[in-house]
């Protein structure tokens, strides 16, 4: 255990060495969202009855943060170390793939709680936000930001270049986020955009988060703990499987 | 005994590229061995494989018994190895890395070794430095100092020395002969020859993907054809008869003779003596292991063994 030990609080006091950048950074350009989209839709969206635009806006917000954050921090330390060469240390050593799987996606979720936690707590100055079943939230923060944290180290893996990684979060990752109904409910949409939000696993980890909150939620929160654990479970299948056969990092 | 490193008809390929072919190889215990062969040849391939950096096609490797595929976590703890990259995590000091890379091994406090390593390798000043802000030859040590955390019982070192100054040279290598007489298993890859030559006990010389000799550096030494020869500018130029037939070149005004005991040096020296032939500059050559690497690697597989 000392090995996945020391991984991973490498991997937590990488991203805490340069914090501006990995949490302060992200947390300020998340206020920003909301500071406008507060001083736009306020006055003309109510989602749910009696809950305010900007209310239910936080909690999409606050995951949308998290879920960047934890693939951003997998992501961008496994291409950092194959690019600049320095994964060999981790290669060379008897760390076993399932030491290096677990301490990059808890570094992961760490980071995504972080950050989240970080806004939420801004947004407690100056909004009344309810978090009435808190349990709920953080089992959504936990396995999204597991998702995300496995799926960063996909990319990472996968991509040669920072373009290609770039392409993963740009193509993949940000039409996932803003399409899983960080800014709206999808009751609100056409049936077509319905059903194709129903396709999209983002959408299960923001509507569960939101449950925590609010208490109410476009579907049941269990299936989208279902949804969202059936999820985690395959993407780390194959997380590890890339790590045991060396995908990409022994050639 | 164990052998430290078993290699067993490994071949690699990269496309259409055999990097490797068939190699077989042992590298015994409390060995100093030499990895050598032009650039290409397929050194740094056969480590990664070692190292478990990359997987073999066919064959097999193992470390101290441990296959590196079937018990990786045993054949990785044995060995340590240096990279030949300059490779380093810039979020870190020097005592980070190498505290991190002990972790890595599943050592939790190795604050002395720790200290003893970077001590040895002249790295106390830098200690508490970012490994941004290192020189070179001051990452080169570290490098060497985290493949030693584990204290392995076996040290790869490819191209340790490679663009590295004289004073981190002789460190690295007392360093590194005092590992080995306290029975630490050495193998490393070099281009300086004579690096080899005065500390290896045993080279083998790889060739577009084959070793093309395997022996004890004397043995190859001896092997050599060309032998001895002395190099002789005379005044007047002109060789006595009877020397004639050792002659093997003259250019430049410089006759070169082919002697095969040092014995001959007397009486080459008293023929030209009694010729009142003068005697401007000399020259004894005697076979070093470049000799061999060069008719090594132009004769290519010939003398195998």
């Known amino acids: 255990m000392t090995g996945f030990f020391t991984l991973l609080y490498k991997e937590l006091l990488r991203f805490w060495k340069v914090g501006f950048q990995t949490i302060i950074a992200p947390m300020v350009s998340t206020l920003l969202y909301l500071l406008i989209f507060f001083h736009v839709l306020e006055a003309h969206v109510e989602v749910y009855p009696g809950v305010a635009y900007t209310t239910f806006l936080i909690p999409g917000l606050v995951m949308m943060a ?79 930001s597991a998702i995300l944290g496995a799926l960063g180290l996909i990319a990472g893996i996968w991509a040669d270049k920072f373009d290609q990684l770039a392409a993963f979060q740009n193509f993949i990752i940000l039409p996932l986020t803003f399409l899983s109904g960080v800014f709206y409910t999808i009751h609100s949409l056409p049936a077509g955009w319905q059903f194709f939000s129903h396709l999209n696993p983002f959408f299960y980890m923001i509507d569960g988060f939101r449950y925590g909150f609010f208490g109410v939620s476009d579907i049941s929160p269990y299936l989208s703990l279902l949804i969202v654990a059936i999820c985690l479970v395959a993407i780390s299948m194959l997380t590890i499987r890339m790590l045991k056969t060396g995908y990409k990092l022994r050639h | 005994m164990l052998p430290a490193i078993a290699v067993k008809q490994v071949s690699k390929r990269f496309g259409a590229v055999h990097a490797l072919s068939g190699i077989d190889l042992e590298i015994h215990s409390g060995e100093f061995f030499a990895l050598l062969g032009p650039n290409g040849a397929g050194k740094t ?29 045993q054949a990785r703890s044995n060995l340590g190895v240096v990279p030949q990259e300059l490779v380093f995590d810039p979020f870190f000091t020097v005592r980070e890395v190498l505290l991190i890379q002990s972790g890595y091994y599943g050592i939790k406090h190795n604050t002395r070794w720790v200290d003893e390593v970077i001590e040895h390798l002249d790295l106390t000043d830098k200690a508490n430095a970012n490994m941004r802000a290192l020189s070179g030859g001051m990452k080169r040590r570290v490098l060497v100092a985290q493949a030693l955390v584990h204290k392995p019982p076996v040290i790869i070192l490819d191209e340790p020395t490679a663009g590295v100054d004289v004073e981190l040279r002789q460190t690295l290598w ?43 550096t004397q043995n190859l030494i001896g092997a050599m054809s060309t032998g001895k020869s002395l190099q002789l500018r005379l005044q007047p130029d002109t060789l006595p008869a009877e020397l004639q037939p050792l002659q093997i070149r003259h250019d430049g005004g410089m006759a070169e003779l082919h002697i095969d005991h040092y014995a001959q040096v007397e009486s080459i020296l008293s023929v030209l003596r009694s010729a009142q032939i003068q005697i401007l500059e000399m020259h004894l050559q005697q076979p070093d292991l470049e000799d061999v690497f060069v008719s090594m690697m132009k004769n290519g597989g010939n003398q195998a063994k």
């Not at chain 2, 690096?195 to 790889?206: F, I, Q, W």
Request: aromatic residues 10%.
């Open chain 2, 45 to 73: 391939t056969l480590i990664n494989i070692i190292a478990g950096l990359s997987l073999a096609d066919s064959g097999s490797v193992s470390v101290m018994g441990h296959d590196v595929i079937a018990r990786y976590q």
């Open chain 2, 174 to 216: 007392d360093f590194i002969q005092r590992l080995n007489r306290n029975g630490h298993t050495i193998v490393l890859t070099t281009h300086y020859l004579e690096e080899a030559e005065t500390l290896c006990n045993r080279v083998a010389m790889l060739k577009e993907g084959r070793i093309v000799a395997l022996d004890s």
């Open chain 1, 66 to 144: 998290i879920i960047q954050n934890a693939f951003a921090n997998a992501s961008s330390s496994m291409i950092q170390s194959k690019i600049s060469g320095n994964i060999v240390f981790i290669l060379l050593s008897p760390l076993s793939y399932h030491a290096i799987f677990f301490a990059y996606i808890i570094a992961s979720i760490v980071r995504g709680l972080l950050v989240g936690l970080g806004v939420y707590l801004v947004t407690l100055v100056f909004f009344d936000i309810p978090l009435m079943l808190p349990v709920w939230s953080l089992l959504f923060v936990v396995l999204g």
